[in-house]
């Protein structure tokens, strides 16, 4: 049974992963850099140890020194949050030889989730679709031809050693793909040294939508139904929600049990996703499975009142999972906002720095995480999320609602955030319709309708404006503060300028 | 009274707008009460609270609060409700010309500013070369992410002070084009 | 339709009605007092109107002056809140009158709610068993005698004049009834001209336990499960949890059944709650109907899903409850705590004034419903109750825990809280158990736990206070306070004292 | 560095607890970091943020924060991680008497102190009446409770200064008894 665990992260996920260990009576380790020595986690955990500077390699990413801390600390287990060295193999097998606890999937396991190429045949082989294309690298132009003539034009080039949307060439004929197999092999070939190529039929318009898997160690597993996450920017997820409002019944058992089969053929455990593409026409695609939790399993446990973290530990300490497909149902709708540190008009740029005041949302159906409180600091060494806002309702529109209200009351002074952006998302008609793709700012021209809103917002408190601006005028030149009010005389000094 | 009539009848330049706006006082009604005139409205404010850099107020009311974020003899910068309004007092002498604070950023005409620290992934121009205004002069990494900066305009580059590998502080100089 | 809503309240009740009026697009208008001119309500709402001096006669409880208020702001409704005026039915009917919209039963409803003899007639005819004891005010001894015979003693002897514990007299027999009758009535008299006095079965070691009722204009009626409240102080409610340890889903269809009779009975409408004394051999008996939203409503909401004031709102609008009870489903486990302004040593004295700093908890499961923000004023005029906090669970183990981290969250600096007293009851083994009853404290000599349980954190933290004390002797001398961490020769200037 | 040895080591008085303890630094590891003698084990403090008024820090890896309410020269109160804890520097000269804070409050002996404000809604002695150690003396309200307020000493009612309807501040004297 573990009794201690060290969280090798920072921030909000530092913070849920405390929680669940308060409730279970597990002593919570956590570790800090140079930048995060008045971070929340530190106050919040059992103990805490300095485990590097402020550069991740020196930090969060430090195996040996993290193993080490584990180690003195008498730590039995190791909950890796997400993103950090959560999806590095390497470090679960770290712990294994040092008989630590991961609190994650088996390292092998893990290293066939995160082998693309091998990971699509295995999903071949188990009947799960998968995006038409290449299963391996097509070494030629002949066979790039092929693959493309048998999946139908457009199709995408991509180079494996791309990633983010780099290295992506759009063809739409056998003339274009000549072309485009002879500058992407130069190109990597002077970039990497290498080239290695694949072909994948081009999606228009699609959603992403993936489904929360829980697999115990002896096999039993369950998905703990969908969550659309189609909102995005630069492939980074901005807004997820379950259910989908695509997704209804009938879909969900079939997408679910595939999913399901996906993640028994890597002979996966603990907690783990796995995403598709659904197109237009209802059809879904495996992408890939995300061996970790998530940063948006908030709305899965609001829709179907589990604890992931509790059950992610509960897995790992070798527990069978204590129920049933059919004993889960889905309850209601779940939104998450991810609060980002950004400047949405400076291209999407971190803002950082000191948080002069916050004020975070609270009340019926919202749940906020986040590792901010007055007069923290924002650093620019980690990842821009500093809140999830979830909201909870009976139904989407009571969930959207909610939300919409609480983005107004959450006030963060000093940086600059998404609030904002997702306020002109909510509230827009594409968005209540459920009308979701990946390309939905891009497609209703998101940022032009902030802007208008932001000036809509201006002109509706221009008038509120002018009255500040012109009365704190008065009572700064009269330097009259706050304390005014006790002086029986005030009337008159004000006008005895 | 009439001595200090600077607050009696204000114009104010809206910047993110573009257009003007007057406030005027008209009289005190109680101590925390006002009688005001907005763009010739008349509106009663209610003081509720007041600090250097704070105000909150019911205009008609309903409630604001206004924090005054930044403050010159021409210019206030006022976060109200959680929207931004930068208001300049309006001499009718000097217009002033209104800057679009999205896109890049510059503090003159040459020199093109960071607007976030970061370290430099890649420099995309090199020196005496002539750009366009877009083109992209550098990548920075901050947060995980890449972030690029462009020209603010199209010009002769100068000088590169940003080099692949190093780190900008925010407002730091990343190259002078002329 | 109702479009626009006057709340005739203040602190976290008016707070929550704005919540939902915003989800509902319906305009809500705040009023305030002298003391609450910087309070929570005013800023949040659409609009707000001074109502009135500090006393609650003056503002709150100033029916002509709200009635004024909601006719020249426009508003259609006003909803009450609980507590000041919302069981008024004077009031409920000034609103009739000036055809505004009561969020809650009509006047008439309310005024036989309001009258407990002539409701406790009611419930006899409508077979809703009631406390054994006299339907009517004995008149002498020889009545007195008579009913406490036929309903075996120890009996209660009451004055209709007390209230809140006073006034009644605990009898074993026919010798103590005599003279107690005679000393109450003397007493009466003398303080009020006139005696009235009741007979009633006295009732050890019981269970408060009501249900949540909700009644539209058509008479379709439905029970929300019920809410143990028997935490309690000076019969005031202290915890409150649903569903009930010692309700099962029998017990909860007979009750659920019998509360609905008893709504029915009133010709009630709009939300309700009917509360019930249980004894330990698992018979329930009637005590009153509480007409209005109750401060505890925040429980159901979050075992049902549903929004309560929403469904209010609903039903004063004319419309259909949009469930029937078989739609219902009792999900998971809710705890609230009342955290209340006050010394608990002090024989719970009140504790006012500034509120320097405040950190609200939030997180999976966790609900804060507050007017509490950095810098607010608690004031001496009104109720102290500051916050609820609520914990939601899938079991009643999980909801605890939930709540017992989150006590440990909750920072009030300032004023003194019920935070600590609550702590030692969620911790106790007989909470945990289940093991309720209305004198809890006073049983399991709670009050005494909670000093030992002080102590017993003192003596935990001694080494961090001597650490801390002499460490912050050392800076404080030295007059080297947060600045000295930029300056590099901070270690020379300290020994160079 | 010898010369200021107050600091170096400092003997308390428990008030709560009615236990002393004691306290001393070693040395300065580093800037932040310290090797004390707390009760004769020897712990490492790194303190992570200091002002006049408040302390956070890690005694062994285990993060405390504390707020100095108040201090004088004899006395510190400090809320730690939300416990109050109240310090008095033990001289052994004189024998801080320990005072239980709950019950009734006295500033001498002879004044009977209101901790709260409220209304005075009944008065139950008279002046020249002796009365009891926890005899009721009056009601008070406030925040729409009743607040029964004790003697908190035997002995003869000299003056009273509550009066029925009245109201009273925090720390107001209600009667004096001797």
């Not at chain 1, 849920?16 to 279970?24: N, Y």
């Not at chain 2, 250097?52 to 010159?72: M, Q």
């Amino acid at each position: 049974m573990i009794k201690k665990i060290l969280i090798a992260n920072r921030g909000e996920i530092a913070l849920r992963i405390i929680k669940t260990c308060r409730v279970l009576n597990i002593k919570s380790v956590s570790i800090y850099s140079d930048e995060d020595v008045n971070s929340l986690h530190v106050k919040k955990s059992s103990e805490s140890y300095y485990v590097g500077s402020a550069v991740p390699a020196q930090s969060y990413l430090n195996q040996k020194r993290i193993i080490e801390l584990a180690l003195s600390a008498g730590a039995d287990a190791i909950h890796p949050g997400y993103g950090f060295l959560s999806e590095n193999s390497d470090f679960a097998e770290l712990c294994e030889k040092n008989n630590i606890v991961f609190i994650g999937p088996s390292s092998d396991s893990m290293k066939l989730c995160g082998d693309k190429m091998e990971c699509k045949k295995i999903m071949k082989n188990a009947q799960v679709p998968t995006v038409p294309g290449s299963f391996d690298l097509v070494q030629n132009v002949e066979t790039a031809l092929d693959n493309a003539n048998n999946i139908g034009y457009p199709v995408l080039l991509k180079s494996v050693f791309g990633g983010g949307g780099r290295g992506i060439r759009l063809v739409n004929n056998d003339n274009e793909l000549r072309n485009a197999f002879e500058l992407a092999t130069k190109e990597s070939m002077t970039a990497f040294g290498k080239s290695a190529l694949l072909v994948e039929k081009f999606l228009p318009k699609i959603r992403h939508i993936e489904f929360q898997l829980a697999r115990d160690k002896y096999g039993n597993t369950v998905h703990i139904f969908e969550r659309e996450c189609s909102i995005q920017r630069r492939h980074q997820k901005l807004i997820e929600l379950s259910p989908s409002p695509v997704v209804d019944r009938k879909v969900r058992d079939e997408v679910g049990q595939l999913a399901i089969n996906a993640i028994n053929a890597v002979e996966y455990s603990n907690l783990g996703t796995v995403e598709f593409l659904r197109l237009d026409d209802g059809t879904f695609y495996f992408i890939e499975i995300n061996a970790r939790l998530q940063v948006e399993h908030p709305v899965t446990e609001l829709v179907s009142g589990l604890d992931l973290v509790k059950l992610q530990i509960d897995i790992a300490n070798g527990e069978k999972i204590p129920f049933n497909q059919s004993d889960l149902k889905l309850n209601g709708c779940a939104i998450e906002c991810r609060i980002n540190a950004e400047n949405t008009f400076l291209d999407f740029a971190p803002s950082t720095g000191l948080v002069k005041d916050v004020s975070i949302p609270s009340g019926p159906g919202i749940r906020t995480d986040t590792y901010l409180y007055p007069k923290c600091t924002v650093s620019p060494f980690y990842d821009s999320l500093i809140a999830k806002l979830n909201s909870w309702g009976q139904n989407f529109e009571e969930a959207r609602k909610r939300m919409s209200n609480a983005l107004g009351d959450f006030y963060i002074q000093g940086i600059d955030t998404s609030i904002s952006l997702y306020k002109t998302i909510l509230n827009s008609p594409e968005f209540i319709h459920g009308d979701l793709s990946t390309d939905f700012l891009d497609r209703f021209d998101i940022l032009d309708r902030l802007e208008k809103n932001i000036k809509n917002e201006i002109i509706e408190k221009q008038d509120a404006a002018l009255a500040a601006a012109t009365l704190h005028s008065l009572l700064y030149r009269t330097k009259i503060n706050i304390n005014y009010k006790q002086d029986p005389n005030w009337n008159h000094q004000m006008y005895g300028l | 009274m009439e001595s200090s009539n600077v607050w009696v009848m204000t114009e104010y330049k809206i910047k993110n707008i573009d257009k003007t706006g007057h406030a005027k006082i008209i009289k005190q009604i109680s101590t925390m009460e006002y009688l005001v005139n907005i763009n010739n409205n008349e509106k009663i404010v209610n003081i509720l609270d007041v600090s250097e850099d704070y105000i909150e107020f019911k205009l008609d009311n309903v409630y604001h609060v206004a924090r005054i974020i930044e403050r010159s003899t021409s210019e206030i910068k006022i976060l109200i409700d959680d929207v931004s309004i930068v208001l300049n007092t309006n001499y009718g002498l000097n217009e002033i010309v209104y800057k679009n604070s999205g896109g890049s950023i510059t503090d003159s005409q040459i020199n093109l500013i960071s607007q976030i620290p970061g370290k430099v992934i890649s420099v995309k121009i090199n020196e005496k070369e002539e750009i366009k205004k877009g083109d992209i002069v550098c990548v920075l990494e901050s947060m995980k992410m890449q972030v690029t900066v462009k020209s603010h305009k199209d010009g002769l580059v100068k000088k590169i002070n940003a080099k692949t590998g190093s780190t900008v502080a925010k407002n730091d100089i990343i190259a002078e084009i002329e």
